[in-house]
């Protein structure tokens, strides 16, 4: 059975995200990275004990599999975002170019993913792109997993769980958050994704 581990992620110091903010979220994201592997422990152990009796244990043990696992990916995708510092976007890339045709602008892009991320409720505001329509998209996910738009690539993903913020800002500072998310963001990642997309067999 595979057993993943929790990827290590070299963040510089972050502009307006404690350091104490920081590692308690990282310590969060190797808790999903537990979690996942217990899961899939558990499911084999009740599979393998008595598969009949346990049916009911596994479905629900089953059930939780998409948070644990959304968890944890889609951390990997939010700090991996740090990494190397901030990077402002560059104007010409591939990814600025799909933004600005879908949404007039790359100011109207960034606005419209807040509005996103300010949504209520604990979640994620991502951008994906959809290789077979060619065209990107926004979505809020509701805890990790639900909305998750099926296969399509995951572009920018911005996490609006008030554990991603809460030691540093009130609840009610969420667009304080924003700001400082962005200003750490290195855009390189996010038009790398963007860049590498292949296109599913469906
Ligand atoms: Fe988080």
Same mark, same amino acid.
């Given at each position: 059975m595979h057993i993943y581990t929790p990827r290590i992620f070299a963040l510089p110091a972050l502009a307006d995200l404690s350091e104490k903010q920081v590692t308690a979220h990282i310590g969060l994201y190797e808790g999903y990275v537990k979690h996942v592997n217990a899961l899939r422990e558990q499911i084999h152990h009740l599979e393998t004990t008595d598969k009949e009796k346990n049916a009911y244990a596994i479905m629900e043990v089953r059930r939780r599999l998409g948070f644990e696992f959304n968890g944890m990916r889609m951390h990997e995708y939010y700090f991996a975002q740090f990494e190397k510092g901030h990077e402002e976007h560059i104007e010409n890339t591939k990814l600025a170019e799909a933004l600005i045709e879908k949404y007039g602008s790359w100011d109207a892009f960034l606005t419209h993913f807040v509005t996103v991320g300010m949504?209520? @409720?604990? @979640?994620w505001s991502i951008l994906y792109h959809d290789p077979i329509a060619n065209t990107p998209h926004v979505a809020w996910v509701s805890d990790?997993?639900? @909305?998750q738009l099926g296969s399509l690539p995951i572009i920018l993903a911005m996490d609006m769980w008030e554990h991603a913020f809460m030691v540093d800002f009130l609840p009610s500072e969420k667009k304080k958050y924003i700001d400082a998310f962005f200003k750490n963001l290195n855009w390189t990642v996010p038009e790398t994704r963007f860049e590498t997309i292949t296109i599913p067999v469906v």
């Open positions: 949504s209520r @409720g604990i @979640g990790h997993e639900l @909305g």
